[in-house]
């Protein structure tokens, strides 16, 4: 191994808490070609254990100093062609260990336009610099006189020619741009302050009209509305020290790198000078740096909590293979009905008009209890956007209906998010080419119940609204995130090889979109797989893909009982074995737990496969193809409860989680507008992040604290009284209403205005300043 990557290996395992080793193993892992599922599940005794999250930011960190250290190799080369590079330097950028740090040791080498200072030497004022640091007690403006020439005629063009001079310098200071950096860091203020005029167009970003705070500990999500605002110029940003006490240090602190120790005329001028630079030149470097490290900050923070939020709904509990009824609520133009049978196939449509302006009420019933009837349906998805309220009414009315000793389907509220981007995308017209747009609408909210991994996977993450500003953050960094978040949720579950559509197909690892394409091409053209070998029969898909994806794609009822589990083809011998030991067929054994019980790990482990693998098999040999994945569940709704204005403090209710932010958690409660339950609302303990309390699907029971009609907020709480008890319940539920399964964050959480202005969104302070007047500032 070189020297360049035990550096790069021990950096990264100090960055995720890892040995040297294993970083060193799983590069090479990586660089042959190994996917991070792959890896990840089957790579066990050469990571030593590294799971997804280690390996994504290993993976990241890799790519970063990998970059670093081409861009170093560059510097050196480039100061080494100068003939400047000395020992004392090389060391230097041999210990950089930032970008920043980099690139400032490389500064007084880098080509540059004509400068002030440029000019200044030709005229030759840098001997006059170098008298004014050598007799500090001599007047400067004295000492220039000796420098005046046709160019620079005054005593006071002069000095200024030497002030440029060591600004320059000072500029080019590695060691004092560090220096500043960390001061910067540690103390300095962001402030925003409206601008002129701009108060009423800007009403949404009012918290930050007159607004300063720490830059190194503003939120996240504040950041991001004050660089909105600066974006729209509503507000001017400035980041600096405290004029009080930061300000005198910084001076202070570029004043000791000259070394002025007195107050003599020189020292006097160099004091000046100092500040001088720091005015004109420093403060722009450093609110430069700083401002696209707060960038960088925020854009982070944003893009984790998207794929925590992501993760948690594409990973929350599928109703399953049961008929689905789904209906995309509209007014004017009729909600649009479609009804999938259990494998999710379209088997009837249909558009009602109860609504302005038709109010065919009596034929909207009748059509839901056809359908209803002659399918079977035993869900009913409604999306929740407009008319969403009044369309669960109107299904709860039909249920009603249903004859005594009839089957009763269950409604649940299923976020739309999404469904126009899927309904109008190229995907969307090939599975349905001769079917209306909207009509697909219903058919993916019906699916998406179903199984919402399976059909969210059809959409861009971005179009499914469960970030904070995500139209602000760094665009590739949030693509790359999302797309793994998704490759692992997916490989995470595994999907049937002979029912998985081309899009869920193609997160499998060792896969993507041309692989999938050739394997549901296959499979059309010759039926199902038999067993997971006959993949390697499909065009295109050699060995390697094969051993990357083989592992996540399961074939129940198959030749091989193997390929419907997670055990990897590879370490089909060591589950033989197993199977062996126990004397019964490996159909018994597996799922019948009871059979391995009296079987140690360690008496099938062999130099192919350790420990952690052993263990593994015998885990998927108890229970095969488990899914992770919750059990499905939903909220139930009090009857009555159907707007805020029908909220009062104190009521119980249960409700959805829609979205988690860094500042708490917004619960849907049935009333169209989503509640917010701030992180010291979450539970009667301290909460740092509020993923450690909810995620994105969870039903949980919240009490009403505050209502602002006016502005369309509500404060819950999730913590109990005083007694310990929640509250009473609002109502008895007399006809209850659910939500539940794959709920996503609302339409607005995405970003928009409505992030910075209180919109439903898990966004920016101003959401939830209805709870300031409580002390419960976000």
Known sequence: MTDVA???????AADIGARPEQVSATVTLLDGGDTVPFVARYRKEVT?????????RLAERLEYLRDLEKRRGAILSEISGQGKLTDALARAIGAADTKSVLEDLYLPFKPKRRTKAMIARENGLEPLLRAILADRAAEPAGLAKAYLSDAVPTQKEALAGARDILAEELGENAALLGRLREVMQSGALITAQVNKGKEEAGAKFSDYFNHSE???????????????????????IDIGPDEETGLPRIIGIIAAQIGIPGQAPGDAWLREAAAWTWKIKLSGTMFMDLLADLRRRAHTAAIEVFARNLKDLLLAAPAGARTTLGLDPGIRTGC???????????????????????????GAEETLLRLIAKHGVALIAIGNGTASRESEKLVSDVIKRLPAGAARPTPVIVSEAGASVYSASELASQEFPDLDVSIRGAVSIARRLQDPLAELVKIEPQAIGVGQYQHDVDQRHLAQSLAAVVEDAVNAVGVDLNMASAPLLS?????????????????????????????????????????????????????EPLDASSVHPEAYGVARAIVKAC?????????????????????????????PTVRDILAELEKPGRDPRPAFKTATFADGIDSITDLKPGMSLEGTVTNVAAFGAFVDIGVHQDGLVHVSQLADRFVKDPHDVVKAGDVVRVRVTEIDVPRKRIGLTMRKDASGDDAPAARPAASPKTRGGPKGGAKSASSGPKDAAGGRGALGSALADALKRQGRTP
């Open 48 to 56: 030593g254990g590294l799971d997804d999250a280690q390996l994504r």
């Open 507 to 559: 997160h499998i690892a060792g896969l993507g979109p041309s692989l999938a394409q050739n394997i549901v091409a296959h499979r059309d053209a010759n039926g199902a797989f038999a067993t997971r070998k006959a993949l390697l029969k499909v065009s295109g898909l050699g060995p390697k893909a094969f051993q990357q994806c083989a592992g996540f794609l399961r074939i129940p009822q198959g030749d």
């Open 6 to 12: 035990t550096r790069i290996a021990r950096t990264i």
């Open 214 to 236: 720490k830059w190194a500990t503003i939120p996240a999500h504040r950041a991001l509305a004050i660089l909105r605002a600066a974006k729209e110029d509503i507000v001017t």
């Open 583 to 611: 004397g019964r067929d490996v159909r018994e054994i597996m799922g019948g737990g009871g059979a391995l019980s009296g079987l140690r790990a360690e008496q099938f482990v062999s130099e192919g496969f350790g420990l």
């Open 336 to 362: 649009k009905i479609a009804v999938v049978d259990d494998t999710g196939k379209l088997v009837d449509s249909a558009t009602i008009y109860p609504f302005q302006p038709r109010c065919d009420v009596q």
